[in-house]
DNA sequence: ACCTGAACACCGTTCAAGT
DNA sequence: ACCTGAACACCGTTCAAGT
């Protein structure tokens, strides 16, 4: 797809669909903790070929987690252009939300590996982006407070994802019920309190990703070296 | 402790203390993965003796997280007392937050295990317990909105910690400004929007606990059967 | 009654041998 | 060029043998 990247054979870039397919499946039927030799096979392919197309099971899972993200970006931008712009925020964060509720296990990855992988991040950058918009068009109809960034926002929004979804299956209500609070804290309020501190900016992301190289994996691995 | 517990010897109940101790220095220096190789031997006791006192790592990890649960009970306790409830339910919240920033790990591992183990949902019926008295009170004296529960705040403070605190290192102001926004969502407010759903309660949470016998563990076990 | 470390089962990953 | 599966390193856990 990318310009910089050599065509593959036939047989390869079939294989690497089939193992992208494979793990998907797995991975949201039963967790990321399914083993490699088991993604392999649902494949059809040999484990080796796994490694060929991924250099490490969190590779694969980046892959994976990148599309999805990918995905949400495309959402975000066809909400740039409804009529209301408060709408329109908490619309994309409702989706993404329920998105999560579908594959949890794909959604907490990003928990962990956030910005481990040079690819997420470039990904991550991408939702970001188009938070950001959609945040800033919010701001100026007076639906949410200034004081507030798109990193803010994405912070909180995890939150809900990964703690509120635990308890998604017994009660639906639960997701709904903590974005409504999610939309109390970043309402427009004259008589709200100022924030501590200042927005996060997608600058201290990556200053986060090169000052935890050796932060806990998504999966444990065997080379620590 | 417990009355049901029997009499150890000696050297024994000296073993499960080291063992104690070395997992709680070793975990929140490096991280949930050292191995147990290393613990029993910081401690100075043989693998086999490990799994004598601990039935697997994640019990370990367990017996740990219940230790510092205990004691946020103990400081939700003394501020039952305080002048200002507001402020006593929140001084709270930013004390368990800012422990959690002390030991990354540890409060990760509830994230994932959090009701697998018997007495963490004991210990964290504790922690609902005082969460609860405090967040009545703080509703009694208008400081808090009378449409949430313990569980809601519980489940807020949890998105803060794990979210907010990965980018602590950072920023030491992103904990504190995420706190300001927990307190923005919860916040006593005429103009505010009803909230969907209803307060989950600690049954929801055994029920959680009961449905998802075998979550994705805090580290890859090697008996899934 | 408790401790020990060699042995086991199960992962992710590599690599020599194939096509 | 790409695929394969046996072999490897590294975990958590068990258990026969010790004291």
């Known amino acids: 797809m990318t310009p910089g990247e050599r065509a593959l054979r036939a047989d390869a870039e079939r ?45 694969l899972i980046a892959a994976i987690v990148v599309e999805r993200m990918g995905e949400a970006v495309e959402r975000g931008r066809t909400l740039l252009d409804a009529s209301d712009p408060g709408e329109a925020l908490f619309d994309f964060l409702a989706q993404i939300a329920g998105r999560q509720q579908l594959d949890r296990a794909l959604f907490d990855a990003v928990a962990d590996t956030w910005l481990a992988n040079d690819e997420i991040r470039a990904a991550d950058a991408g939702v970001v982006g188009v938070l950001g918009k959609l945040l800033a068009r919010a ?41 409504d609070l999610l939309r109390a804290a970043v309402r427009a309020d004259p008589a709200a309190q100022p924030l501590r501190g200042r927005a996060p900016t997608l600058e201290d992301v990556e200053r986060v990703a090169v000052k935890q190289p050796n932060a806990a994996p998504v999966v444990s691995s065997a080379s620590t070296a």
């Open 139 to 179: 701001q100026e109809a007076g639906a949410v407070r200034q004081d507030i960034g798109a990193m803010d926002v994405l912070m909180l929004l995890k939150g809900v994802c990964e703690t509120a979804s635990a308890f998604a299956h017994i009660d639906p209500q639960v997701v709904p019920r903590h974005l």
């Open 15 to 59: 294989n690497h669909q089939r193992l992208l397919d494979a793990a998907e499946a797995l991975f949201s039927e039963r967790g990321l903790d399914v083993g490699v030799a088991e993604i392999a096979e649902r494949a059809g392919v040999g484990r080796g070929t796994l490694f060929r197309n991924f250099p490490s099971k969190e590779d």
